[in-house]
């Protein structure tokens, strides 16, 4: 029972509630204008004197911390002035003590519920089994997820040190239950014994999430026989560690420096203050280092062809080892695939995948290959123009093009394109986009497409984490208050540099008796403390609380004020896309809530969003700038648009031959890889040779791509998610953006359902087309189809 691989994957990109049900302060906020509710997510990131007076306010509200007072009393800790309410309004989180309390209580009360659901075979206990074995993934999730979020967020080093711990010993126990007998057999007689006839009684959704278990415990080994159990679980522990060790070593470099002989350049070639880093031999050979900021530097400048293509296939090449290490993590992978009856580790993880099989996949990137062809050689026509007068051919064919200009050439034929472009100086177009006013355009668009807004709450003591995290509630026009969000999006040294959504607590529908305090399976601390609850439509959710993690530096304007680039826009809009996927899934179980779903069609809400970001109408509807208030220029934002597309059929074109490499590598196209002439690198450089466009023959690169451990035979994901919001774009919203019918239909058709609906039918629905529905190579077809640059 992978319960709980299936939320840490959905971490990729969870909290505690407090008991209050704030949907009556929520909506004296929906009724002040619109613009009032911008300028204040303006100001409450943007002005700390406004933040200060607008967080102080909150000392006159003592209610909710008088009501737990002796909860934290019990607890003593932050006994400085005022109580802590705990992380998340969780009143467990106010130490590191406490979320080790947490933990061991979770576990025991999971523990406890195990054995009750293993006990108890009555026909009553049959029915609710698939919903028992979700609330036992919930009760361990809200545990891990916090935990993944404390590692990876938490300034004080106590509090990282218990979320390892806590994070160990949850792990640990998920991996007795993922192979627990008892368990499968009791969900094979749920799901599959027609005499029991229990399934008929059962869910849609419960369903989908018994067979997704099924298929999990399957993928454990559950039913081998001991010996070949025992092997999958040696391959298991081999493939993690190795896995870890190739992640670890991609940054090991071939070499140090390169050598440069004497007849292979001459004066001219280096500017002089590159050349000060250089060791210059006696015999006029030149030793170049290949760390540090110079070799880039020399990519973009040297105008010497041998030197770009020396210091390039350094820099992109690893030791031997590290090629024997992914020969060898490849072939244990097929090894396992055919333990469990696959032919390859392609067709093992994509059984339960969007994509279905790598033939799909392959279809899939193969189109958008014949697709994106042309327009790479327009951009490549481009770089050529800046080859020195006389070095190359004035009128190529195609051919000659892509024959001329290799991997090493480009930084350097893009750099003298940027330069030539310089003397039309654009104005910094960062001011327009302080994070107050980003945050506020966010809650602006939201409110036009989804009729959903930010609403920015004060904090109680301790809720948080930091000083710059703001609390924000999705609140809707038509169902109140919809989840919570964290945001923590300034720098802070030792918080992940990576741009990250965390689940902190999934949407979920409460049974009567997980409200009743008496339930034996409840934490001590009634449930109502330790998560938010609503009521719709008279049945009882958990709220999802989510936290968002950015890593902006404030920027040069003495203003104190951070302001972002374009991509960091788009990043923070990616980022909410996931958070309104948590937001707006409403599912009665959690495994399949928001992002818990097919981890090749995850990023399509985040994608989709990022597109908004990349839209000139939608930039200039909120960009304003941070001291005068000027709205943005269109043409400014135009040109920045244009500047930020350079390449980008190019760059794409790169990616697709990195998803196709990740593939045979995992065994399409009946790659052996366990054969022992498999020759990686030949594969590689092959695969370069025949794709032609920008090839690589001459680097070790496989080893530098440790996506090939992390995703495994599914790095196509993105792309496919990519191309899938291309065409949910141009239909639902290219023509009007703030088009509340399309964000309706995208709310209904997508996020609504999390994982509990086939995507393919949530697809062809959005897009009333019914050939997407079987989910085959036609549709996938379809999705590749004039897709544009992605
Ligand atoms: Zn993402």
Redesign the pocket.
Known sequence: MKLVIRSLRAA??SPFVNSRRSLTTSTSHIQTSNDANEDEIVKIFDSSDYWNKFNQQQSSDKTASNQTASIFDSLNFNSSRQKSVGLFCNPYLTSPKGLKRFAEESLDRARALTNHMIEDQSEKSMKSYIKELDRLSDMLCRVIDLCEFVRAAHPNSSFVKAAEQCHAQLFEHMNVLNTSKPLFVKLQKVLYDGKLGIRKTLSQEEISVGELLYSDFKKSGIDMDDATGEQFVQLSSYIATAGQEFNNNITIPQSNSIKIEPSEWEEGDINPECSKSISHGFDGSLTIPIYGHLPFELLRSCPNKIIRQKIWVALHSVPENQTALLTSLLSCRAILAKLMGCNNYAEYALQDKMARNSNNVVGFLRGLINDLQPEVLKELKMLYKYFPPGSVKENPTSEELVNSIRPWDREYLLTKHILSQKSSQNEDITQYFSLGTVVSGLSKLFHSIYGIKLIPQKLKPGEVWSSSVRRFDAVSDKDGKVGIMYLDLLHRVGKTPHPA?FTVCCSRMLDNAELDSKDPFNLSLPTTSTVETVVQKGKTYQLPVISLVCNYYGNKNNSGIICLTLEQVATLF??MG?AMHSMLGRTALHNVSGTRCQTDFV?LP?ILHETFARDERVLASFGKHYETGKPVPTQLVRKHLESDRLLTYCETFGQVKMALLDQLYHGAGNCDVTDEAFDALGLYHQLESNLAILADTKSSWPGKFGHLYSYGALYYSYLLDRAISAKVWSNLFQEDPFSREAGEKFKNEILRWGGSRDPWVCLSKLLNAKELAKGDVKAMEFISKDSGPL
């Open positions: 990729i990109r959504h990616h980022e996931h990023e985040s």
